[in-house]
């Protein structure tokens, strides 16, 4: 079993609209949970972070946690064709642990 | 931050050659860390590569396939031996750096590898 699973999609949304990305993982001892978002050519990039349960929201963000089911969720809300990339779900045990990731989710924004 | 550049961006090789790639970052740093990001498959962690050390390999990848240099704080290179088709990937550095509750990875833009 994979210690991180994530839907690759892709995702195909019009510009707008709500969008809910999903990971489990199978690790109860991961507590940092991380977003990072990658653009085409590009590398990833850190978009949230979250420690522990509980919800983080940054602007059109929220980033989710719920340690009980091994699930974490990013939502992004009034989405933007700018927001077309690829979202890679990462999670540790530590600060400066091993992170393990996600497969990304391909996600597009239709104007 | 951290502002890391890689070369090359991409390239295509033949089987059985080498490739060493390169990566610059702009302040020093303790640990660089070298990844593969396979299409439809998860960032995985080639090694860690420490200054002054040997390179720290994950299960599944060895110093002879992919021997690891770390000259000085700010620089990197990681060579991909022998290459076959199967190592066609896009090969990513990054460097962890200490915020105040956690540790946040920054990634390089990526090589791109294409082996025929």
């Known amino acids: 079993q994979k210690e991180v699973e994530q839907d690759p999609g892709p995702l195909s949304v019009p510009e707008g609209a709500i969008v809910s990305l999903n990971c489990t993982y199978s690790?109860?001892?991961?507590?940092?949970f991380m977003w990072y978002r990658q653009y085409s050519r590009k590398g990833p990039e850190l978009l949230m972070y979250?420690?522990?349960?509980g919800n983080k929201e940054d602007g059109r963000f929220t980033a989710q946690v719920d340690k009980s089911s091994k699930y974490i969720s990013l939502f992004i809300r009034d989405s933007q064709p700018s927001d077309s990339a690829t979202y890679l779900c990462a999670m540790s045990r530590n600060t400066g642990n091993q992170f393990y990731f996600g497969t990304g989710t391909s996600l597009t924004v239709i104007p | 931050s951290a502002v890391i550049s890689q070369k090359p961006s991409r390239d295509i090789c033949q089987r059985g050659t080498s490739l060493t790639i390169q990566c610059q970052v702009d302040?020093?740093?303790?640990?660089m860390f070298w990844y593969r990001q396979q299409p439809g498959q998860s960032l995985t962690l080639i090694a860690t590569a420490n200054q002054g050390s040997e390179a720290t390999y994950e299960s599944g990848f060895v110093i002879d396939k992919f021997p690891i240099s770390r000259p000085n704080l700010t620089f990197s290179t990681l060579t991909v031996s022998n290459m076959s088709p199967e190592d066609s990937s896009i090969y990513l550095c990054?460097?962890?750096?200490?915020?105040?509750?956690?540790?946040?990875?920054?990634f390089g833009p990526g090589t791109r590898l294409t082996v025929l």
């Open positions: 690790n109860s001892a991961f507590q940092y």
């Open positions: 990054s460097v962890d750096l200490r915020r105040a509750q956690y540790n946040e990875q920054f």
């Open positions: 979250t420690y522990s349960s």
């Open positions: 302040s020093q740093v303790t640990m």
